[in-house]
């Protein structure tokens, strides 16, 4: 059987791209992993790719670009429990590793059969593979031997008796396999999940999809402060020193930075589409005002600045309820 043939593995740096990598090796492949980063699954790069380097395998690290947010706001296959659209994400990224891969190259998964609801059933895999463009063409080492033939098996690339039979969520068997595999000792473990299955974290994204304002440059600042929607705009506001000064560092030349000056306050930036309305300014203050320390005053002064210059200074009243404004659970 031929052999030194190219696989392009999708890896994400959990156990099972791992454990997929170390087998595609141990049956003689040449193991490229492609590693898949966004600010909704982002993770520690640098444990990436020490795992890369101790397992001697190749890797190429491909950012997710707007096609992501396209398919995000309008998934073929809907969305999980939140805002997670697993079938046409994991198509996604069998896209972008077919793009690296080229027409040659083989395309592997560390996924195995049953052990997630939305993405790793049998029909979804057939989805994942139609929407991608890769039918029978995804080779999927840890359920390989319990899954339909695929182009590699009926080509004599790979012996299906050679692969696994991993089902479900139970990790039992993992000890037994790793050390099968000669992969022993302590594996650093980049940490990190996927935001858009978090509930809190989903409403901040369903927002910005109802309001035509889904930009990478948005969803990074999601993962700063408290959020508010007021009207077309949207305020974020700071909940500590180090929010206050990265919130302050996103604003771009049309968001107007708000802070209360006479006693320790957060950083507000409001980003609107055009100029906000007056109505829309003075509650943005109100709400900066409110998680001031002058909160308790009847009536607070809050700065307005854009581009670094003082425009105005808004006199509020801190009181009232800012929960109609927050995007929460
Ligand atoms: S959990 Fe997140 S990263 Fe994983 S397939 Fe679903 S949407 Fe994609």
């Not at 590693?35 to 491909?62: M, N, Q, W, Y």
């Not at 697993?86 to 052990?115: P, R, S």
């Not at 609801?117 to 029978?136: N, T, V």
Request: hydrophobic share 35%; with cysteine; glycine share 8%.
């Amino acid at each position: 059987m031929e052999r030194e043939k190219k696989v392009y593995l999708l890896f994400s740096g959990g156990l099972d791209s791992v454990i997929a990598a170390k087998l595609l090796q141990n049956l003689g492949f040449q193991v490229v992993g492609v590693h898949i980063t966004s600010p909704f699954f982002e993770k520690d790069l640098s444990k990436v790719k020490e795992l890369a380097d101790r397992l001697g395998i190749e890797l190429k690290v491909v950012e997710a670009g707007e096609d992501y947010l396209e398919m995000l706001k309008s998934p073929v296959y809907g969305y999980g429990k939140n805002v997670n659209p697993c079938i046409d994400c994991k198509a996604y990224m069998l896209k972008k590793l077919k793009e690296v891969a080229g027409e040659e190259g083989i395309i592997a998964t560390g996924e195995v059969l049953g052990q997630r609801p939305m993405s790793q059933r049998l029909d979804a895999f057939r989805s994942i593979e139609k929407l991608a463009g890769l039918r029978g063409r995804v080779l999927r080492p840890l359920s390989g031997k319990l899954l339909p033939e695929t182009v590699y098996e009926r080509e004599g690339v790979v012996d299906k008796r050679e692969l696994l039979d991993l089902r479900g969520r139970s990790r039992k068997r993992y000890p037994e396999i790793l050390r099968k595999l000669g992969l022993s000792g302590e594996l650093p473990t980049p940490a990190g999940g996927c935001l858009l299955t978090e509930p809190s974290f989903a409403v901040k994204v369903k927002d910005l999809i109802e309001h035509d304002q889904l930009t990478w440059e948005n969803v990074k600042l999601l993962k700063l402060g408290r959020h508010f929607r007021i009207g077309k705009c949207k305020l974020v506001v700071g909940r500590n020193r180090e929010e206050n000064e990265k919130i302050a560092s996103f604003s771009k030349d049309k968001d107007l930075i708000l802070k209360v000056e006479v006693a320790p306050s957060p950083v507000g930036l409001l980003r609107c589409e055009g100029e906000p309305e007056r109505g829309v300014l003075e509650t943005a203050a109100g709400i900066v005002a409110r998680y001031s320390d002058a909160k308790r005053e009847k009536e607070v002064p809050v700065s307005v600045y854009r581009s670094g210059k003082l425009i105005e200074v808004i006199k509020v009243q801190p009181n009232f309820n800012t929960d109609k404004y927050a995007l929460k659970v």
